[in-house]
């Protein structure tokens, strides 16, 4: 899809303001979020790193009738203590104030047991009643044999009933499910 960097932004007051309706990306640092963004846009249009705590603003990103914000890893440890405050301060506000948020894809490693952070995010999410996709990503990590066992170990573990996509940034598997959610969030109600 055709993406186009919007901006950054920290504080509430320099959210954009554009009358389009988003989705967001939630995950754990490292899980691969500004690499799906990359991904989608068949560009690298955001910053990536092997190392965690890469993304540190919110990330605006427009195409196709809606955004796409690239949101910083939840649960990043090698910051300070007043540092993650504020990074989870800033992750709760976007959650639970920003009215353009119609949709939210969370974003797990599929090689790894959801963590707690996963889990109570995974639960603010779904508290909200949009539309949540669930991305197990790294597909290309773990042979295909054992997909379903992942699956079923994460989608246990998280309590979750959303939707499930397989998604690897390396084979793109996944990729149309993907592009097909956030085509369905242009006709979700806003507000
Ligand atoms: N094998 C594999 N590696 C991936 C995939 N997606 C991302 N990665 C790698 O995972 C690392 C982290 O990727 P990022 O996209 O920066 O992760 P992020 O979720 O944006 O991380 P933060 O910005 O710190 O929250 C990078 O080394 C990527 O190359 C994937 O599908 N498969
Ligand atoms: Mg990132």
Redesign the pocket.
């Known amino acids: 899809m055709r993406l186009r960097f919007l901006q950054s932004a920290m504080a509430f007051e320099s959210w954009p303001v554009t009358g389009m309706r988003e989705v967001a990306?939630f995950?754990?640092?490292?899980?691969?979020?500004?690499?799906?963004?990359?991904?989608l846009a068949g560009a690298k249009v955001?910053?990536?790193?092997?190392?965690?705590?890469?993304?540190?603003t919110l990330n605006f990103y427009a195409g196709d009738g809606v955004l796409l914000v690239?949101?910083?890893?939840y649960g990043?440890a090698h910051m300070s203590k007043e540092q993650q405050r504020r990074q989870t301060a800033l992750l709760e506000r976007y959650a639970q104030r920003r009215e353009a948020l119609c949709a939210a894809v969370q974003?797990v490693d599929i090689r790894h047991r959801p963590s707690e952070l996963d889990i109570v995010w995974h639960e603010l999410l779904k508290r909200r009643g949009d539309p949540l996709l669930l991305l197990l990503?790294?597909?290309?990590?773990v042979g295909r044999g054992s997909w379903r066992s992942r699956e079923k170990e994460i989608v246990e573990t998280l309590g979750s009933d959303a939707p499930v996509v397989f998604?690897?940034?390396?084979?793109l598997e996944g990729r149309q499910a993907i592009e097909s959610f956030i085509a369905t969030i242009r006709q979700v109600p806003m507000g």
């Open positions: 990306l995950g754990r640092s490292n899980a691969g979020k500004s690499s799906l963004i990359n991904a955001a910053r990536t790193s092997r190392d965690p705590g890469r993304t540190r690239d949101l910083p890893g990043y974003l990503g790294k597909a290309d990590q998604w690897s940034a390396r084979t």
